[in-house]
């Protein structure tokens, strides 16, 4: 591309980030734009790299003035918000006080699925067995022996906040193991 031309410094910083991407996009963004002061068309770099001409005109627009840094990262994004509530914290808590059977629930023991459904009676959001897990493990819950049992107070910064992370998955589910 004509009169796309890098400092040296940024140059330098582009192909640091090739040697050690932080990730792929920061890699192919570091790529197109190396390519484009090289003198290659945007239409070319975008056939290489699999993406559209518009794409690579984005890039090339996070490339900085002068000698300042090149940000290549994608930009922090909300994500979609919860759809718990504290109303479902206390309907999950006063189920796990209890037996199933208090419920009328054919079971001696909660399960996720379980929960699950139970909190569907009271026109909860429909809501994954793995966010009932996660949450069931931050009130203070964990699953041993077949059934949930209540281990120490979860501390005001682990509950309050929701900062206690689930352990890592050692598993898929047809049982092969993931390397650590």
């Given amino acids: 591309m004509k009169d796309f031309t890098l400092s040296l410094e ?3 910083r ?5 040697r050690q991407p932080a990730n792929a996009q920061v890699y192919r963004r570091a790529a197109a ?3 484009l002061h090289d003198g290659r068309s945007a239409n070319e770099v975008a056939a290489v790299l699999g993406v559209t001409r ?3 005109y984005n890039w090339l627009s996070c490339r900085g003035q002068g000698n300042q840094d090149l940000n290549l990262e994608d930009a922090p994004r909300a994500g979609r918000p919860s759809l718990w ?4 914290d206390e309907l999950l808590q006063q189920a796990l006080q209890k037996c199933p059977n208090d419920f009328g629930h054919a079971a001696a023991h ?17 809501v994954s067995e793995e966010t009932v897990r996660r949450r069931v493990r931050r009130l203070g819950y964990n699953w041993t022996g077949g059934r949930y049992v209540r281990q120490l107070e979860p501390g005001p910064d682990r509950a309050a906040l929701g900062t206690e992370r689930s352990p890592p998955k050692t598993s898929f589910r047809d049982g092969t193991a993931i390397a650590a």
């Fill in 10 to 12: 940024q140059q330098s």
């Fill in 14 to 18: 582009l192909r640091c980030q090739l």
């Fill in 33 to 35: 734009l190396l390519a």
């Fill in 54 to 56: 518009q794409t690579v």
């Fill in 85 to 88: 509530t504290v109303e479902l």
């Fill in 110 to 126: 909660w399960t996720a699925p379980l929960l699950r459904e139970h909190l569907g009676l009271f026109q909860c959001p429909e």
